[in-house]
């Protein structure tokens, strides 16, 4: 079956920290593979995404997510975060062929601490 | 661009009433749209999948005659719940798809239904 997982349901940090956000998937097909964030009673905005091509992509307030393969991951990370990065993070998975829908996971909680 | 609006953004209803909550694409064409549920704390659940012109393909388990989606046109799509009981008392997200870009989905906002 495919699934989504995301290990870490939520995770403190300080400010300035790094932080990893895991995320697994079960595939036998292709994947396509984006991060959400969603602050307080807001909708959810794309953080990044992956395609195809190069497996490390980049979102412009300074997230990175590696698609890995062998490891069917696509964990996020940030080398410092900030206090305005707190929100709820959800991994999605986009199954090739048959139905085009997105399967979230559970989502992780970041909050950041000063 | 790319935006999606929902409306309302909170509803509170009684029971056994109906609640039509709305979903718009500004500024583009929506091909495509869906509709997910999210209770607190948790991920978001697809219910359906709405083609404009087209009736919607429910996700298994969730009620039809319960959840009546309307796409009536190219940026407008509709969810009525209808007797709507407690336990229908959730967020509600609707996203969009346009016809040019095939991977990306852009979410609405979200409406708070509460029902009493």
């Known amino acids: 079956a495919q699934s989504v997982t995301q290990l870490d349901s939520q995770v403190p940090v300080f400010e300035e920290a790094p932080v990893e956000l895991r995320c697994n998937y079960s595939?036998?097909?292709?994947?396509?593979l984006f991060w959400y964030v969603q602050y307080p009673n807001q909708g959810l905005q794309l953080l990044l995404k992956y395609l195809s091509g190069s497996t490390l992509v980049k979102s412009i307030n300074g997230f990175e997510a590696e698609f890995n393969k062998s490891q069917t991951s696509f964990h996020l990370r940030k080398p410092s975060v900030h206090i305005s990065d707190t929100a709820e993070y959800f991994c999605?998975?986009?199954?090739?062929?048959?139905?085009?829908?997105?399967?979230f996971g559970a989502g992780t909680r970041l909050a950041v601490h000063p | 661009g790319a935006v999606v609006s929902q409306h309302p953004s909170r509803v509170i209803c009684k029971s056994g009433t109906s609640v039509k909550i709305e979903c718009r694409s500004l500024?583009?064409?929506?091909?495509?749209m869906f509709w997910y549920r999210q209770f607190p704390k948790q991920s978001l659940m697809l219910m359906a999948t709405?083609?404009?012109?087209?009736?919607?393909?429910?996700e298994q388990g969730v009620e039809k005659d319960k959840f009546l989606i309307n796409h009536a046109s190219l940026t407008l799509s509709t969810l009525t719940v209808t007797s709507a009981h407690p336990e229908d008392s959730s967020f509600y997200i609707c996203s969009a798809r346009t016809g040019t870009d095939n991977y990306e989905q852009y979410f609405g906002p979200g409406t708070r239904l509460t029902v009493t």
């Open positions: 709405s083609n404009e012109g087209s009736k919607a393909t429910y």
């Open positions: 999605a998975v986009r199954f090739s062929g048959g139905y085009n829908k997105l399967i």
């Open positions: 595939s036998s097909v292709s994947v396509y």
């Open positions: 500024d583009f064409q929506a091909t495509t």
